[in-house]
Nanobody, 124 residues
Framework: QVQLVESGGGLVQAGGSLRLSCAAS????????MGWFRQAPGKEREFVAA????????YYANSVKGRFTISRDNAKDTVYLQMNSLKAEDTAVYYC?????????????????WGQGTQVTVSS
C-alpha cells in the first residue's frame, strides 16, 4: 500500500501556472505507475495524466495536452503535475493515485491508493 499526500493547490488567475506535488510513502512507489485525476463540483472524477514507473511513458487527457506536464522523482518518492495556461474549466479537486502496475493506466479503476486531494481554483 502507498500513502499519498498532495500539495500545491490554490487560487490562480486564468493563464497562470501551478505545480502540484504528491509525496508518497511506501517501498512500492518506484514500481507503480502514477496518475493525476480531478473532480469538479457536480461532475464525475476524470483522468488528467499518468506516468509509468520508469519515467519513459506519459499520457494526457486531450483537455490538458500541451498545457500540463506530469513527472516523477523516484529518489524523492514524489510525482508532480506542472499546470500552465490554466483555464477556469481546470477548477477542481486534484487527486494523485498509485496504479496497480508499472504501466500507464488512464482509468481510475486501475488505481488502488489515492491521496486526499488538493483544491485548484482558476479565476476568469
Amino acid at each position: 500500500q502507498v500513502q499519498l499526500v498532495e500539495s500545491g493547490g490554490g487560487l490562480v488567475q486564468a493563464g497562470g501556472s501551478l505545480r502540484l506535488s504528491c509525496a508518497a510513502s511506501g517501498r512500492a512507489f518506484t514500481t507503480k505507475s502514477m496518475g493525476w485525476f480531478r473532480q469538479a463540483p457536480g461532475k464525475e472524477r476524470e483522468f488528467v495524466a499518468a506516468i509509468s514507473s520508469t519515467y519513459s511513458n506519459t499520457y494526457y487527457a486531450n483537455s490538458v495536452k500541451g498545457r500540463f506536464t506530469i513527472s516523477r522523482d523516484n529518489a524523492k518518492d514524489t510525482v508532480y503535475l506542472q499546470m500552465n495556461s490554466l483555464k477556469a474549466e481546470d477548477t477542481a479537486v486534484y487527486y494523485c493515485a498509485a496504479g496497480r502496475s508499472s504501466f500507464i493506466q488512464p482509468t481510475d479503476l486501475a488505481y488502488d491508493d489515492w491521496g486526499q486531494g488538493t483544491q485548484v481554483t482558476v479565476s476568469s
